[in-house]
């Protein structure tokens, strides 16, 4: 799908995932689902524009888990970790490796072998030049078990820690 596509139809999700968030406040799930979407609607867009989506991407995760310390599987922390990584540090946003770092580990003790959470580790640690870390995480999406509910996403996500693992 070409990018822009790909965009208009997560701004579209956005918007329909925005009432179920409304409808549904206290449901961590749909919170975490949301967020799932802002945030990668967010690293579509690119630049300043995309700032609005994360910091909502953010704000729904941070409550999500404050209802369900597991977020979903680990699936809160995971994407709050990738929107620490990716997003801009003070004054313009809130992005911090620091933080970033804490919210992957948090998402690894709940699930240490999934592919998504040691694939978006690996990528985040290949930022920090950390190398050899990064490898062992890529290493482990690579050989991590698909969930059943989101089979697709695992393999592309292992596709992509094959491709980093050459490249390191």
Known sequence: MAPERREAALASLAEESASLAESHPRQSRVLVWRGIILASHAREAGGLAALGSAKEARRL??????????????????????????????????????????????????RPQGIDVNYYY??????????????????RAVDGQARKARRASDEALREQARALLRRL
């Open 61 to 110: 995760l941070e409550r999500a888990v404050e209802l369900d310390p597991d977020g979903h599987n680990g699936s809160a922390w995971v994407t709050l970790g990738a929107l620490y990584h990716r997003a801009p540090g003070w004054p313009v946003a809130f992005g911090d490796a620091e933080t970033a770092d804490q919210m992957f580990r948090r998402a690894l003790a709940i």
């Open 122 to 139: 690996a990528a985040f640690l290949d930022d920090e030049e950390r190398r050899g870390e990064a490898r062992a995480h890529a290493r």
